[in-house]
Structure formats: C-alpha cells, structure tokens
C-alpha cells in the first residue's frame, strides 16, 4: 500500500540511485593512461583500465611483459639467410663477408668476390 508519506521516500531514493550512478560513470571514462609513466622499455599502449607494452621490429617482450630484448636472428634460422657470417646487432642483424677479396651483395645476404 502506497501512502502518501512514502512516495516522497521511493523518489529520494532513486534521485540517491541515480547520483551514484552518475558518479560511477563519470569515474570510468577517465581511464588513466599508464603509459604517461613510461612503465614499458620501448612502446606502451593505453588499454581501457590497463596497459600493454610491445617491442619494435628486432625485439620481443620479455616475460615480465615490459622489458624488451634484441632477438639474435644469427642464434635463429634467419641467421641462416648469411651465406658467410651472420653479426647480431641491437633490433636487427647483419651479414659479413670473408675481410679479403669479397664484398656483400645488393640483398645484404650474399658475398661476391671482388677479384
Ligand atoms: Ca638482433
């Protein structure tokens, strides 16, 4: 049974419903960008509510998903692509050729002899 002393009861408390509720959205889209602190070692990403770090070309994320690596592509079958010698480098690697009497092809990958 509705009196009339509790309508004004039930409209206070969905005008309280609504005030929180308004509170509660007005916090959430303010999602706090974590990369403003620089918390990845090379790339962060803004997530809603969190964040996510990856690595440039050349690197992988370590397992403390925030530290980046140099992937040694001549400890890998890419290595293999150097028909000499393969020489890793930060972020990527590089073919080298015997010192004497070679130079390094236009692909980067194969020697020519220079005699
Ligand atoms: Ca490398």
């Known amino acids: ?3 009339e002393h509790s309508i004004p ?3 206070a408390n969905v005008v309280n419903l609504s005030l929180s509720l308004s509170l509660a959205l007005s916090r959430s889209p303010s999602d706090l ?3 403003d602190s620089s918390p990845c070692g090379q790339e962060c990403a803004n997530i ?3 964040y996510q770090c990856y690595c440039r070309q050349g690197f992988y994320l370590k397992e403390d998903g925030h530290t980046c690596e140099d992937i040694d ?3 890998q ?7 000499f010698q393969c020489v890793n480098i930060p972020g990527s690697y590089q073919c080298a050729c015997p010192p004497n009497g070679y130079t390094m092809s236009t692909t980067g990958h194969t ?4 005699d």
Not at 77 to 83: A, E, K, Q, T
Not at 111 to 114: N, Q, Y
């Open 33 to 35: 960008n974590e990369c």
């Open 73 to 75: 592509e001549c400890s």
């Open 9 to 11: 009861l039930v409209w």
């Open 111 to 114: 020697c020519r002899g220079t």
């Open 48 to 50: 809603y509510g969190s």
């Open 1 to 3: 049974i509705i009196t």
């Open 77 to 83: 079958s890419i290595g293999n692509l150097c028909v």
